[in-house]
C-alpha cells in the first residue's frame, strides 16, 4: 500500500502565511499527481492546488497566493500559502494519483491537516 503523511498547518493571523509538506511512501511505481484538497465546516471538499509533472492547477480563489511544488526524489508535496483569508480555513488533505508496484492506479489520501485563519 501507499502512505500520505502530511506536516505543516496550525492557526495564522489573516495576511499570514503557512507552508504544507506531504511525503508519499509505500510500494509505488509512479506517481501520475500529487495535489491539495480542502473541506471546510459544512462545504463540499475541493480542489486547492494540483501538480501533475510540469503542469500546475489552482483553484480561482487561491491563484497567486498559493503555491504549489513538488521535490520528485522524495516523492513529496509542498504548499506555500501566502496572504492568508479566514475562508481559507479549513482540513486541508493530501492526495496522489499512484501507479503501484503490483500495477494498481489509485488515489490516495493523507489524513488531513488542520488550517484555522484567524484573527
Known amino acids: 500500500q501507499v502512505q500520505l503523511v502530511e506536516s505543516g498547518g496550525g492557526l495564522v493571523q489573516p495576511g499570514g502565511s503557512l507552508g504544507l509538506s506531504c511525503a508519499a511512501s509505500?510500494?509505488?511505481?509512479?506517481?501520475?499527481?500529487m495535489g491539495w484538497y480542502r473541506q471546510a465546516p459544512g462545504k463540499q471538499r475541493e480542489m486547492v492546488a494540483l501538480?501533475?509533472?510540469?503542469?500546475?492547477n489552482y483553484e480561482d480563489s487561491v491563484k497567486g497566493r498559493f503555491t504549489i511544488s513538488r521535490d520528485n526524489a522524495k516523492n513529496t508535496v509542498y504548499l506555500e500559502m501566502n496572504n492568508l483569508k479566514p475562508e481559507d480555513t479549513a482540513v486541508y488533505y493530501c492526495?496522489?494519483?499512484?501507479?503501484?508496484?503490483?500495477?494498481?492506479?489509485?488515489?490516495?489520501w493523507g489524513q488531513g491537516t488542520q488550517v484555522t485563519v484567524s484573527s
Open positions: 509505500g510500494r509505488i511505481f509512479r506517481i501520475n499527481d
Open positions: 492526495a496522489s494519483e499512484v501507479r503501484t508496484s503490483d500495477w494498481r492506479l489509485y488515489r490516495y
Open positions: 501538480i501533475s509533472g510540469g503542469d500546475t
